[in-house]
Nanobody
């Protein structure tokens, strides 16, 4: 069973940058598509970005295209989300997820394992 732990969240001013990390243990993520999701207060958890096994496919939700970049390092069992030019509407708890045998999928129900989340707060 894969355990996922997110880190790197915090308070940042609008226009700034943050880099989220997701460390995996208990199994290799090499055969997993990895995704980042977020959940703002009072809203449903939503897709942010995903990455294929080899990192060659990286879909994003329209709201973050051109600002966020997802990447992975399978040797380090880690996935990252570089967040640039952040906006107040990016404020949410960000979750890392792993889906075995998937392509990079925006559907949260397709993912097998989830982390506990890391809070990102963007001040205006």
């Amino acid at each position: 069973q894969v355990q996922l732990v997110e880190s790197g969240g915090g308070l940042v001013q609008a226009g700034g940058s943050l880099r989220l990390s997701c460390a995996a243990s208990g199994g290799t993520i090499g055969r997993y598509a990895m995704g980042w999701f977020r959940q703002a207060p009072g809203k449903e958890r939503e897709f942010v970005a995903a990455i294929s096994w080899y990192g060659d496919r990286t879909p994003y939700t329209d709201a973050v295209k051109g600002r966020f970049t997802i990447s992975r390092d399978n040797a380090k069992e880690a996935v990252y989300l570089q967040m640039n030019k952040v906006k107040p509407e990016d404020t949410a708890v960000y979750y890392c997820a792993a889906g075995y045998g998937l392509g990079p999928n925006p559907e949260k129900k397709e993912y097998d394992y989830w982390g506990q989340g890391t809070q990102v707060t963007v001040s205006s």
